[in-house]
């Protein structure tokens, strides 16, 4: 089910969201959608990265020659 989400913008931002949706054949309502979504996206990537990164420190790998050395 689809929800509706109200934001306020500040005109340049508004115009410039309209200028690049435009650029891309997109409604506003589409760009937006897309920029959460990759946002998102990026959010759990970050969150992961930060999770192996904490689990290859705890067995001693820091540096990709570190990695080399074990798949090599």
Same mark, same amino acid.
């Given at each position: 089910?689809? %929800? @509706?989400? @109200? ?10 969201? +309209?200028? +690049? %949706?435009?650029?891309? #054949?997109?409604?506003?309502? *589409?760009? !937006?959608? &897309?920029? !959460? ?8 990537? #970050? =969150?992961?990265? *930060?999770?192996?990164? %904490?689990?290859?420190?705890?067995? =001693?790998?820091? @540096? &990709? *020659? &570190? !990695?080399?050395?074990? !798949?090599?």
């Amino acid at each position: 089910m689809r %929800a @509706t989400l @109200t934001i306020s913008l500040p005109p340049d931002l508004r115009r410039d969201l +309209s200028r +690049s %949706a435009k650029k891309q #054949h997109m409604s506003a309502s *589409e760009f !937006v959608r &897309d920029a !959460v979504r990759r946002r998102l996206a990026l959010d759990r990537f #970050h =969150g992961l990265r *930060e999770r192996a990164m %904490a689990q290859a420190q705890a067995q =001693g790998i820091y @540096t &990709d *020659e &570190d !990695v080399f050395k074990i !798949v090599s």
